[in-house]
Structure formats: structure tokens, C-alpha cells
């Protein structure tokens, strides 16, 4: 699961649903992403990441296992400015 990307969403949107709408992909699309079942595509990843205004390697690459730490760090970072 990407716990990233629906943390963010979560805090940005009321809900998946309305974050779906508001960036033109499908719900089950934007589900099956967080649940790992589809791989976002290229443009997927961009409008997702500018949505969120989140870094697209910090939402997508399965190398940062530390991702949520880095998250909420940049989400603190954002607050303080």
C-alpha cells in the first residue's frame, strides 16, 4: 500500500473521490494505485504529484521505505514557512 500518497490525499482532499474528480483520473484508478494493484503512468504520476504539490519520487519510488518520515518532515517544513 502506498501509505504516502494516501496520507496525502487524505490530507488535501475530503476524500479519494474528490481528489479523482479534482484531477481527472478515476476513483478505482487512483484505489488501485494506492493499493500497489496498477503501476500510475507517466502522466498519472504528474498530475497526481502536482495535485498534492508532493515530490513524484517521494509519492512513487518503492525505494523509499521512509517515505511517510519524509512526508510529514516536508508537510512540518511547509507549516513553519
Request: proline share 2%.
Amino acid at each position: 500500500m502506498n501509505l504516502v500518497l494516501k496520507i496525502a490525499i487524505l490530507e488535501n482532499f475530503r476524500s479519494q473521490s474528490d481528489f479523482a474528480m479534482t484531477c481527472g483520473i478515476k476513483e478505482q484508478a487512483i484505489s488501485m494505485i494506492i493499493r500497489g494493484r496498477k503501476t500510475a503512468t507517466a502522466q498519472e504520476k504528474e498530475t497526481i504529484s502536482k495535485m498534492l504539490r508532493v515530490p513524484e519520487d517521494l509519492l512513487f519510488d518503492p525505494r523509499q521505505s521512509n517515505g511517510v518520515k519524509i512526508y510529514c518532515e516536508l508537510k512540518t517544513k511547509e507549516a513553519c514557512l
